[in-house]
């Protein structure tokens, strides 16, 4: 598969620019933790993570999360989600993920999750898997 191109214009010579692929589905803080050495991640809703949305790979490790089918997501308000997690590996030479898939789309309902909304993960505990998510709306733009 080849790479899209960008060409440099207003220049003598035309310069292709190879524009890689992005690396990860979800925008997230590399190795974060916060000051109590928890992990924790962020994502900033887009259209693609509508039905799952990939974990980082170092967010499993360092929660005990990686051989593990499920998870809990906790809201500010305290109700909890079960959500299935789903290995997916590939021949490929695209590298293993793990993705939340039932019950994300469910949490994401039920917490009016809309497009540009930023939403923390935090691992809080490991015996039921518990992840805080925290939600912070996008600005609204107003166009009147």
């Known amino acids: 598969m080849m790479n899209p191109q960008i060409i440099e214009e207003n220049t003598e010579e035309v310069v292709p620019i190879l524009v890689s692929p992005p690396k990860f589905e979800v925008e997230v803080n590399t190795d974060a ?7 924790c991640f962020r994502i900033i809703f887009k259209k693609y993570l509508a039905r799952t949305v990939t974990i980082p790979k170092w ?17 500010k308000q305290g109700k909890v989600w079960p959500i299935k ?23 994401r309902a039920a917490n009016n999750i809309q497009y ?29």
């Open 33 to 39: 933790s916060d000051q109590n050495g928890q992990p």
């Open 59 to 75: 967010f499993m490790k360092k929660a005990g999360l990686s051989r593990k089918k499920g998870m809990v997501l906790r809201n």
């Open 85 to 107: 997690l789903t290995a997916r590996s590939y021949n490929s030479g695209w590298r293993n993920r793990t993705d939340m898939t039932c019950g994300w789309s469910e949490f």
């Open 116 to 144: 540009g909304d930023t939403c923390s993960f935090k691992f809080l505990q490991t015996d039921e898997n518990l992840i805080r998510v925290q939600i912070c709306k996008a600005r609204q733009s107003s166009n009147k």
